[in-house]
Nanobody
Framework: DVRLVESGGGSVQAGGSLRLTCELRGYHYLSYCVGWVREAPGEEREGVAAIDGDGNISYKDSVKGRFTISRDRAKNKLYLEMNDLKPWDTAKYIC????????????????????WGQGTQVNVSS
């Protein structure tokens, strides 16, 4: 069974940093996209970043230059380094993984993955 387990969320002030980690337990589709999605209260779920098996990466425009997604295949983990956090980055961040191939930009735009974690909360105060 595939189980995605996130950690690393918390509360920071604007301008601060956090690093999210996702354990991709039982997920061995190395060619497909894995990524991060976020949900804020009253908002639609939105794709934040995704990376595919070739290392191609896509980001939501509002996080470009501040967030960095990376993957450690040996440890089967996915990371999201978040710097210069803004209050509007406040959301539950959810690790997600695909079961079929699609380009990373599509994965971020559609934000509809096959596997989902429970999420980790990120709160950014002004």
């Amino acid at each position: 069974d595939v189980r995605l387990v996130e950690s690393g969320g918390g509360s920071v002030q604007a301008g601060g940093s956090l690093r999210l980690t996702c354990e991709l337990r039982g997920y061995h589709y190395l060619s497909y996209c894995v990524g991060w999605v976020r949900e804020a209260p009253g908002e639609e779920r939105e794709g934040v970043a995704a990376i595919d098996g070739d290392g191609n990466i896509s980001y939501k425009d509002s996080v470009k230059g501040r967030f960095t997604i990376s993957r450690d295949r040996a440890k089967n983990k996915l990371y999201l380094e978040m710097n210069d956090l803004k209050p509007w980055d406040t959301a539950k961040y959810i690790c997600a993984a695909d079961f079929v191939y699609r380009p990373v930009d599509v994965a971020v735009r559609v934000a509809d993955f096959a596997y989902w974690g429970q999420g980790t909360q990120v709160n950014v105060s002004s």
